[in-house]
């Protein structure tokens, strides 16, 4: 009888769930959901290539020195890098000296990072050093979404693996600012006809390569903000290449590590598997089968 009553239940319930699946793809037909400005306008990552794509790239250390500078100049002001510390800008080819430099001429903050005074106790600042984590530019989240319209600025230790094609979205971000008015996707068709309402409201920006089209941030580069020691052009597009290097670095430092281990360990492996296979054929060679 139990079971009578347990297979009962279960028919019943496994009815509703066929009923819910068949209401679900018949509103789906007789009631298609409405294109939104976002499915409509919204622009994949650029196709863009960097030196350490592919199982055999290697980062250009001389795009990484420029991307530090960029982030330094421009984006040091807003986000923080709290993953890295100025001791790990030796991996750009940076000798001590210089990192020491750098950490003490740090331009956001002066070359000084937030302390203790050991005296009174009252919070206070100090000289940077090479051990010290990037100096976040705001004491809190508090003080960061005052700042910037009650808008949060992420961290970017870690942005290029937060983000889908993360290296490609964060230059396409970065490069992709440009005027709504007028605006057309790909079919021609132009946004603020289509979606009146989608225009950037007070404080935000248009930009495709953002998921809802308008981006709090404001379009933080702008042609010769900096200018690279090795005479490089600062445009708008080779800054946010190279700062999109950059980060790609701060959020996998040991890639170029984990890629020769990799072709390491696949050779051992391929040498293995002959040599087991030759054992093999000696061991049962004399052997019918």
């Not at 994949?44 to 991307?67: I, M």
């Not at 740090?106 to 990072?113: D, I, N, R, S």
């Not at 709504?180 to 390569?209: H, I, R, S, T, V």
């Not at 445009?235 to 984990?258: N, Y």
């Amino acid at each position: 009888m139990i079971r009578f009553f347990a297979g009962l239940i279960g028919l019943f319930f496994s009815g509703m769930l066929l009923l819910a699946l068949f209401d679900t793809v018949y509103l789906g037909i007789t009631e298609p959901a409405e294109e939104t400005a976002e499915h409509k306008f919204y622009e994949y990552p650029k196709d863009v290539s960097f030196a350490h794509d592919g199982p055999f790239g290697t980062y250009d250390r001389a795009q990484l020195q420029r991307g530090l500078k960029v982030y330094e100049a421009v984006c040091a002001a807003c986000h923080s890098l709290n993953l890295v510390a100025f001791r790990n800008f030796e991996d750009l080819g940076y000798s001590e000296e210089q990192v020491k430099a750098i950490a003490s001429n740090w331009l956001p903050t002066g070359g000084e990072v937030p302390s203790i005074n050991p005296d009174t106790g009252e919070p206070s600042t100090r000289p940077a050093l090479p051990t010290d984590t990037i100096p976040s530019p705001y004491a809190n989240d508090v003080a960061a979404r005052a700042a910037n319209n009650n808008a949060l600025p992420p961290d970017l230790s870690l942005i290029t693996k937060a983000r889908k094609n993360g290296t490609a979205y964060v230059y396409s971000l970065l490069s992709g600012y440009t005027d709504q008015e007028g605006y057309k996707n790909d079919a021609g068709e132009e946004l603020l006809k289509e979606f009146p309402d989608a225009a950037a409201g007070a404080g935000l920006y248009f930009n495709p390569y953002f998921k809802n089209l308008n981006i709090a941030m404001a379009p933080p580069l702008s042609e010769g903000v900096v200018t690279f020691d090795d005479g490089s052009p600062a445009t708008v597009d080779a800054m946010s290449k190279d700062v999109a290097a950059f980060l790609a670095w701060t959020a996998e430092p040991k890639m170029e590590v984990r890629k020769k281990t990799g072709w390491a360990a696949l050779v051992f492996l391929l040498i293995f598997t002959i040599l087991a296979y030759m054992s093999y054929r000696t061991i049962w060679a004399n052997q019918k089968h």
